[in-house]
Structure formats: C-alpha cells, structure tokens
C-alpha cells in the first residue's frame, strides 16, 4: 500500500511541474519576439556620449512594422514610418523629422539634417 501512495505522489508532483513550466512559459512570452502594429516603431537601443564639452552624441536605433511603400524614418524626432522615396531621393526634411518651432535643412552633401531653434541651438542628424 506504501509503494502506490508513492507513485501517486511522483505522478502528481510531476504533472504540478509541467503545470508550472506552462504557466511560466504563457504568462511571460519572450519580448524579443514581440509583434509591433502596423505603422508603428519601437525604439530598441539608445547610446548618449556626453564626453564632449557643449556636445552629446547620440545614436538610436529603431525596430518599424511599416507598411508597403514605407520605411523607417523620423517625424518630429521621434521613430517613424515614412515614404520610401523620401529616403530614397535624400530628401530628408520631407519627413518632417524637427520638432515643433525648429527649422529643417539638407546637409551640404545630403548626408543628413539640421533641426535650428530661434536660440540658435542646433541639432545635426547624419543618416549611415
């Protein structure tokens, strides 16, 4: 009679473990495989390098779930989607990547964007 409560014991302890790792494995899904709505971005690393006196360099990147014709940009400085040809052509300021009250101009050579406030504070974005 004690070698059946024995086994009835292993068998619900190991159906309360399977139970268990179920539970855990659907109520925390892994983030990393997280499904973003169409037209929207995550932003999934930022690094700031305040090293320089007067000057921080940032760099961000962006996860997008954009939709066809679109790609990832920038809109008054957050992630966004944008019109491919946009992107394409160069013609970043299209994108309206300033804030509200600065001021959108190409870099010389294309490369990038300077949002300008009425302060003369300036914000340089270079794309690579």
Known sequence: MLAGWRELSTGISAILCCLLFFWLLYSHPPKEGKELEVGTCEITALDRDTSHPKRMIARQTARCACRRGQVAGT??????????????????????????????????????????????????????
């Open 75 to 128: 809109t008054k400085a957050k992630p966004a989607c944008v019109d491919a040809h946009i992107i394409v052509n160069k013609q970043w300021c299209g994108m309206e990547p300033c804030d509200d009250g600065e001021q959108c101009s190409l870099l010389i050579n294309r490369s990038g964007w300077s949002c300008t406030r009425q302060l003369g504070r300036i914000k340089t974005v270079t794309v690579s």
